[in-house]
Nanobody
Framework: QVQLVESGGGLVQAGDSLTLSCVAS????????MGWYRRPPGKERELVAT????????NYADSVKGRFTVSKDNAKNTVYLQMNGLKPEDSAVYYC?????????WGQGTQVTVSS
């Protein structure tokens, strides 16, 4: 079993920056993919960014490319999401995800609200 704990959400103004963190613990292997998803109000959960633990390859949603950066500290089993140039449409509950083998694990979510 894997546990994920997110932190770093909050209320910011448009144009501000925010960094989310997610610490993973439990039965984690070295071939996982960690990442961030978000659920905007009234919408489905969507991919934000992912990063492979083994080689650091990243993947971003088009809506955040150039503004958000996902990174990982394998020694700390922690994944980060640096969000710059935040927009009101980035407001959502952000969820940390870890996928390995045939399992998906989710954090409890952290709220990010961007005011205009």
């Amino acid at each position: 079993q894997v546990q994920l704990v997110e932190s770093g959400g909050g209320l910011v103004q448009a144009g501000d920056s925010l960094t989310l963190s997610c610490v993973a613990s439990g039965d984690i292997n070295s071939h996982n993919v960690m990442g961030w998803y978000r659920r905007p109000p009234g919408k489905e959960r969507e991919l934000v960014a992912t990063i492979f633990a083994s080689n650091g390859i990243t993947n971003y949603a088009d809506s955040v490319k150039g503004r958000f950066t996902v990174s990982k500290d394998n020694a700390k089993n922690t994944v980060y999401l640096q969000m710059n140039g935040l927009k009101p449409e980035d407001s959502a509950v952000y969820y940390c995800n870890l996928a390995q083998e045939f399992s998906n694990f989710w954090g409890q979510g952290t709220q990010v609200t961007v005011s205009s």
